[in-house]
């Protein structure tokens, strides 16, 4: 009988990597304290304990929270002020985040506990590493983030889950008490000390959290774009020549050149292409959603290359308030505030809707029959008693819309909130969750384009498409079948959806032209 070992994610005083949040946002990873972290947080919780005993007043150790931050709390009443931030701040609204979400954002946050600076004991972050391993996932609700003071509510009801109370979200998917599930684990409730309620609830860690996974998303889907870009101006009878390394060499942007490059690869080895690279009469310039597609999806390359360097600059920083300091002071801070995050997902949305936009330009033109270059109306070869592809663009342009409305920036939008203590606030939650909206969107849209594309190649018979275009040909044979009567389109961009979404086409085509930039 064998046994599968999972992988195992270590948290360390010098934090983790965006590939570790991956393994246990999305895969199976465990998560252990390396040593160093249990007495780097000993040692500041060691600071909040001297503290205590002095009875100088310090927000959050020995005062309320935002507006209350001048009212002085006993210290038999320390332990009662934490549990009470928490279940007050519970309180958000709306259906729950997804597990992914929601395990990196518990990983996030054990990982800033772990920095040292929080003064928790190491229990605490013990005891999230035990809800993780045990495959606890709280209930968070969708709303009730402004970004700052960090991700309170979300957070809030992360932590009281470890207090045996609150919800989480049960085998089936429903709500469920989590004390049930707690004793179901073999786990205890915590019991919360001076200072740490707050530090559970302080922190950018649901932001970081879905900003992460979208790096890793987005990454995919603009080499994916690259790909059904390719694999439309193949269909189309486009020229590969704007792809020309000397012709990105000229206006040095990496990500374009990155992006030509691919394109003009994914181009090489086809009939279709050969069939009018030296035709006089061919178009002198192909319209822009073919010619300036490196210029689009290269633009959002170097935009997620910066927002990946914020991600970066993130997870190695110490997101609390108040936060402890070696020599022993307790500082307030403003590095709850989530405006750098709110900002990068903002900029990727914007970036990841354009991606989408021009690729429905491309879908159009290849419909058009006055603009396809002898391709059939709709793509049907039978085109009025059938439609084609004709509603499918529609599909599209629907969601190139919604994508344009969702790139409207959520972190130019402040509200003040405790009782104008806290009065400028990021909405970077906000941002990061409709950032995921227009992946998710973006994912659908090259979804129609490769069918569109894979349709068009298979209309240009006997010509025989590049090696990219038969990779493609072959992952959705089953899907759309051969041209000719009208199908049932919607199982059909369902699974085009998950062709575009997964490993195995790109593989597939990297292993005919080589590694795709």
């Not at 100088?56 to 549990?83: C, D, I």
């Not at 004390?179 to 000390?193: D, H, I, Y």
């Not at 849209?445 to 072959?474: D, K, M, N, Y």
């Amino acid at each position: 009988m064998s046994t599968v070992t999972r992988t195992v994610v270590t948290v360390q005083p010098t934090g983790i990597s965006p590939a570790d949040v991956l393994a246990v946002a999305r895969g199976t990873a465990t998560v252990a304290l390396d040593p160093s972290t249990l007495d780097a947080m000993a040692a500041s919780r060691a600071i909040v304990d001297r503290i205590e005993q002095t009875g100088r007043p310090v927000y959050g150790v020995s005062t309320g929270f935002g507006a209350l931050a001048n009212t002085f709390v006993a210290p038999e009443r320390r332990a009662e002020l934490q549990h009470a931030l928490i279940r007050s701040h519970a309180a958000g609204v709306g259906a729950p985040m997804p597990r992914e979400v929601v395990r990196a954002m518990m990983l996030l946050r054990i990982r800033s506990l772990a920095l040292g600076h929080s003064g928790v004991r190491p229990d605490l972050a013990q005891a999230l590493a035990d809800l993780l391993n045990a495959e606890i996932t709280p209930w968070v609700p969708e709303h009730g983030s402004l970004g700052a003071s960090g991700d309170l509510a979300p957070l809030a009801h992360c932590a009281l889950v470890l207090l045996g109370e609150g919800w989480v979200v049960g085998p089936d998917g429903s709500r469920q008490d989590a004390a049930v599930a707690l004793r179901a684990a073999g786990l205890r409730p915590v019991t919360l000390a001076a200072k740490e309620g707050l530090a559970l609830v302080n922190g950018t860690d649901g932001m970081l959290g879905m900003l992460l996974l979208a790096i890793a998303d987005a990454g995919h889907l603009f080499t994916m774009a690259d790909v059904t870009a390719a694999l439309a101006i193949e269909a189309m009878l486009g020229s590969e020549r704007p792809f020309l390394p000397e012709l990105h060499a000229i206006r040095p942007h990496p990500g374009q050149a990155r992006s030509a490059a691919n394109i003009h690869r994914l181009l090489q080895g086809s009939s279709i292409m050969d069939s009018h690279r030296d035709d006089l009469s061919h178009a002198v310039q192909d319209a822009y959603s073919m010619r300036c597609a490196p210029q689009v999806a290269g633009a959002a390359r170097d935009t997620l290359a910066f927002v990946d360097q914020v991600a970066g600059r993130e997870l190695r920083s110490v997101v609390d308030n108040p936060v402890v300091l070696p020599d022993g002071r307790v500082e307030s801070t403003g590095n709850f505030h989530g405006a750098p995050l709110g900002f990068a997902a903002d900029f990727l949305a914007i970036a990841a809707a354009e991606v989408g936009a021009i690729a429905e330009r491309r879908v159009d033109r290849l419909l058009d029959v006055t603009r396809s270059r002898e391709l059939p109306a709709f793509l049907s070869p039978d085109a009025g008693v059938n439609s084609g592809l004709m509603i499918a663009q529609y599909t599209a342009a629907g969601i190139v819309a919604e994508n344009r409305r969702l790139a409207a920036p959520a972190s130019v939008d402040s509200l003040p909130t405790s009782g104008m203590q806290e009065d400028h606030v990021s909405m970077g939650w906000a941002a990061a969750k409709k950032l995921r909206t227009v992946l998710e969107n973006l994912s659908s849209l090259l979804a129609v384009e490769l069918i569109a594309g894979v349709r068009g190649l298979q209309l240009r018979a006997p010509l025989t498409p590049s090696p990219a275009g038969r990779a493609a040909l072959a992952a959705l044979r089953d899907v759309v079948g051969e041209p000719g009567p009208d199908i049932f389109l919607a199982p059909a961009m369902e699974a085009a959806r998950a062709v575009v979404a997964g490993p195995e086409l790109r593989a597939a085509i990297e292993t005919e032209v080589g590694p795709l930039g």
